[in-house]
């Protein structure tokens, strides 16, 4: 499958919840219009059975399921492709794992520079963040929103916005340059088909460069 130019990326949210509330999630925040999803879970209790379960769920609904972190559990659970951060290892070992037509994604914080070398590798889509204030990683540093738009003039692979955002401060991200929104809290801290469903309309018109 491929990784979409625009639209909702709906990244799990799985502390103290059990692998059938975490599936019943993501199906709903599928229903609400999430056009692709990752598997995150730092504190997992099965991660491939899980993991497995999330691909057949996403494949059902023609929507691509990434694996945050770890390349292997992606081999394994069949899914369509990693999230690389910058200790996760290297986007050509992950394609010889993965295939070639494999989604390979890469954090890139704040740095452009680490985006284009990114694009250069071989990276699909490119992140950055956070934007905001978020509980999912509340130490992480923040990213600015030139950065999207030296991003969107430097590079060609699709650019990920992260961190902290709501359907009434996404606007901005697009308009500077993010194709796609990654949203945990957003979505998952209420009722997932309906948090999603308040984003769509982000993504009706394409965003104008400012």
Known sequence: MKFPQTGLYAITQTDHKTI??????VA???????????????????????ARELVKLCHRRDVPLIINDDVELAV???????HLGKEDGHIAEARKRLGADAIVGVSCYDSVARAIEAEREGATYVA?????????KPLAAPAQIETLRQAKRALRIPIVAIGGILPDN??????????????????????????????????????VLP
Not at 20 to 25: F, G, V
Not at 128 to 136: A, H, M, N, T, Y
Not at 179 to 194: C, K, N, S, T
Request: zero cysteines; glycine letters at 12%; hydrophobic letters at 45%.
């Open 128 to 136: 950055f963040g956070r934007f905001f204030p978020s509980s999912s």
């Open 76 to 82: 394994q659970t069949g899914a369509d492709g990693v």
């Open 20 to 25: 059938d509330m975490i599936i019943e999630e």
């Open 170 to 207: 996404g606007a901005p991200l697009l308009e500077a340059g993010a194709g796609v929104l990654a949203v945990i809290g957003g979505i998952f801290d209420h009722q997932p088909e309906q948090s999603a469903r308040a984003y769509l309309p982000l993504f009706k018109e394409e965003p």
């Open 28 to 50: 709903a925040a599928i229903r609400g219009g999430a056009a692709v999803v990752q598997y995150r879970d730092k504190n997992p209790i099965d991660a491939a059975l899980l």
